[in-house]
């Protein structure tokens, strides 16, 4: 089974900083991961796809890269309604998929 | 505009069972996988199981093989997951969502409290 390792698991950041959060596969998964966000008392909404791609709609300031085992989702200048916990997900063993633990993201 | 409706859930005593119903409108169902994911209160997402479009491959996480049951009726733009034999762990929200063509799950309904509880 393929894990994936998010961290940190929380951090805070004041409104502009520049936000990084990291993915580690057990194993190699090509560009197969997603990020997600998620707000208290919502569903998820997507974010990134294959690893890199922009959702959508989703601003700019949000960004994906890496590839194999190691992943970043980074937001370029936080802002107030960024605050909300982010997941990555993993589809390269489809049908089976793995979220990360989900990292937190708190105003300081 | 895609629509995901769960419904079916509440408060059930352990060793008990429960239906859970997603209802799929705004997009062709029986073209498309599948999926439920659950969270725990507090807790991150768990992705719990897929179904193909036709019903004809299903797949689980280990922790509910041989309780939880995921089914559909593309007649009725419905999925379904049967869980029986619940234990204090299955206490969560249960998500339906959509498997894009990318095998990312794109859309997703809204939640239904299951609280497994004496």
């Known amino acids: 089974d393929i894990q994936m390792t998010q961290s940190p698991s929380s951090l805070s950041a004041s409104v502009g900083d520049r936000v990084t959060i990291t993915c580690r596969a057990s194993q190699g998964i090509r560009n197969d991961l997603g990020w997600y966000q998620q707000k208290p008392g919502k569903a998820p909404k997507r974010l990134i796809y294959a690893a890199s791609s922009l959702q959508s709609g989703v601003p700019s300031r949000f960004s994906g890269s890496g590839s194999g085992t190691e992943f970043t989702l980074t937001i370029s200048s936080l802002q107030p309604e960024d605050f909300a916990t982010y997941y990555c997900l993993q589809h390269n063993s489809y049908p089976l998929l793995t979220f990360g633990g989900g990292t937190k993201v708190e105003i300081k | 505009e895609v629509q995901l409706v769960e419904s079916g859930g509440g408060l059930v005593q352990p060793g008990g069972s429960l239906r859970l119903s997603c209802a799929a409108s705004g997009f062709t169902f029986s073209s498309y996988w599948m999926s439920w994911v659950r969270q725990a209160p507090g807790k991150g997402l768990e992705w719990v199981a897929n179904?193909?479009?036709?019903?004809?491959?299903?797949y689980y996480v280990d922790s509910v093989k041989g309780r939880f049951t995921i089914s559909r009726d593309n007649a009725k733009n419905s999925l379904y997951l049967q869980m029986n034999s619940l234990r204090a762990e299955d206490t969560a929200v249960y998500y339906c969502?959509?498997?894009?063509?990318?095998?990312?799950?794109?859309?997703w309904g809204q939640g239904t409290l299951v609280t497994v509880s004496s």
């Open positions: 179904i193909k479009q036709d019903g004809s491959e299903k």
């Open positions: 969502a959509r498997v894009s063509i990318g095998l990312h799950l794109d859309y």
